[in-house]
């Protein structure tokens, strides 16, 4: 499996070109950092990759590698899942709420989706705070959570829009590890702009007139 990007263009009504013919592939089990200073368009890049933009030319596929996919996990496990800067979690409810409910696949009831949460929320390191509500959390705890609730769907790919930005720097290299390392089972594109970042990714890019160029960190 692998997330491909191929020859994809971009421009906002009136805009210039922010993506021009770009090409790009995240083979599964693997993470992309995409680095570029603000305004240049990474985020617009993963509006794209997650289809909440449509290409002006060019496509993005979640495809199999070398033939076609077996039981292919794609019917089953929802494509994308979201990281945000700013994490977008209930604040007045606690951890587990925001990760069971929230976060809960259809068709899961509510002792199930507990169980799965408690899962990710260890594998996020962030368990012991099941109980905390989310306002009394650091700034990197909350993003593991997010990232926790994230991973409740098991999803193929997951783009996380500069996911450290708001966080020290302690926390922020936490975080990245945790996001890098912990979805093996997807493929992880990273927005920022922080180089400590991008070296935990398996490749880094540079987005750079309007393409990727493999970034020597
Ligand atoms: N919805 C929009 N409509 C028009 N222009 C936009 C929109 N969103 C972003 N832009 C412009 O596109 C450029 C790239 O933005 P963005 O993708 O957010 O960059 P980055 O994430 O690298 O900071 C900027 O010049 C920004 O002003
Ligand atoms: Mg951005």
Request: neutral net charge.
């Amino acid at each position: 499996m692998s997330l491909r990007a191929v020859g994809l263009s971009f421009a906002y009504p009136h805009g210039e070109l922010l993506l021009k013919d770009l090409d790009l592939a995240v083979p599964w089990g693997t993470s992309a950092a995409i680095m570029a200073p603000s305004g240049i368009g990474k985020s617009t890049l993963l509006a794209v990759l997650g289809g909440l933009r449509r290409p002006s030319s060019g496509f993005v596929e979640i495809s199999p590698d070398g033939g076609p996919a077996h039981a292919s996990p794609e019917t089953v496990r929802p494509a994308v899942a979201w990281v945000f800067q700013s994490m977008q979690l209930l604040l007045g409810r606690t951890v587990l709420d925001n990760v069971a409910l929230v976060g809960m696949p259809r068709g899961f009831d509510r002792a199930r989706a507990e169980g799965l949460a408690y899962v990710e929320l260890r594998r996020f390191g962030v368990d012991a705070l099941a109980h905390r509500l989310v306002r009394s959390l650091s700034g990197g705890q909350r993003q593991r959570v997010a990232l926790a609730r994230a991973a409740m769907a098991d999803p193929l790919v997951v783009l996380a829009d500069e996911p450290t930005a708001n966080l020290d720097r302690a926390s922020a290299l936490g975080v990245a590890e945790v996001l890098i390392g912990q979805f093996s089972r997807a493929s992880v594109v990273v927005a920022t702009h922080d180089p400590a970042v991008a070296r935990l990714a398996s490749v880094a890019y540079l987005l750079r007139d309007g393409r990727v160029e493999t970034a020597e960190l």
